[in-house]
Nanobody
Framework: QVQLVESGGGLVQAGGSLTLSCAAS????????MGWYRQAPGKQRELVAS???????NYADSVKGRFTISRDNAENTVDLQMSRLKPEDTAVYYC????????????????WGRGTQVTVSS
């Protein structure tokens, strides 16, 4: 059973920084890509940043230049370094991974963490 666990959320003042971490565990053969999504109250879940197995990254326009996504393939973790935070960054942030498991059979699926709250005060 694959599990994604997020950590690092919390309350921060506007202009501050925060780093989120996500650890994937289970019978993982390969992680194709990992990413962070966020969902603010009353809004749709949106992609914040993603990174593939070749370390190519993609960012939402709203966070470019402020957020940095990185991964540690050996530990199956992905981090999101957030700086110059704005109140509009307030949301529940979800870790996502497209990965391949090998037991009982080899298959590729998409997994989600439970989310971690990020609140940016003005």
């Amino acid at each position: 059973q694959v599990q994604l666990v997020e950590s690092g959320g919390g309350l921060v003042q506007a202009g501050g920084s925060l780093t989120l971490s996500c650890a994937a565990s289970g019978n993982i053969f390969h992680i194709n890509s990992m990413g962070w999504y966020r969902q603010a109250p009353g809004k749709q879940r949106e992609l914040v940043a993603s990174i593939n197995s070749g370390s190519s990254t993609n960012y939402a326009d709203s966070v470019k230049g402020r957020f940095t996504i990185s991964r540690d393939n050996a530990e199956n973790t992905v981090d999101l370094q957030m700086s110059r935070l704005k109140p509009e960054d307030t949301a529940v942030y979800y870790c996502n991974a497209q990965l391949t498991t090998i037991r009982p059979i080899l298959r590729t699926d998409n997994y989600w963490g439970r989310g971690t709250q990020v609140t940016v005060s003005s």
